[in-house]
């Protein structure tokens, strides 16, 4: 992880620390049709369902920045080399 990434993390929980920010954060969950009680899937358009797909994923980028601490993040991103034998 480097340093710009860090700063990144660290500005998404500044901007939804706030109350302002959690304002935003409910009425994108809403939005992006993350509430538990909401599906994606519309069987009558599958370009909808794409779309509703896309901005749930938008929802659950900006959650995982929120909560992910960053040395978890950095455990997260460790790709382990191969042992040789």
Do not use: W
Not at 1 to 7: A, F, T
Not at 40 to 48: E, G
């Amino acid at each position: 992880m480097n340093i710009e990434q860090d700063q990144l993390s660290r500005d998404f929980k500044q901007t939804f620390a706030s109350e302002s920010g959690q304002n935003v954060l409910r009425h994108l969950r809403t939005y992006c049709r993350a509430n538990t009680n909401q599906g994606c899937f519309d069987s009558s358009n599958p370009n909808q369902t794409n779309y509703n797909l896309g901005a749930n994923s938008v929802y659950r980028y900006i959650q995982y920045q929120i909560e992910m601490k960053l040395e978890q993040k950095t455990k997260d991103c460790i790709i382990e080399e191969p042992k040789g034998e």
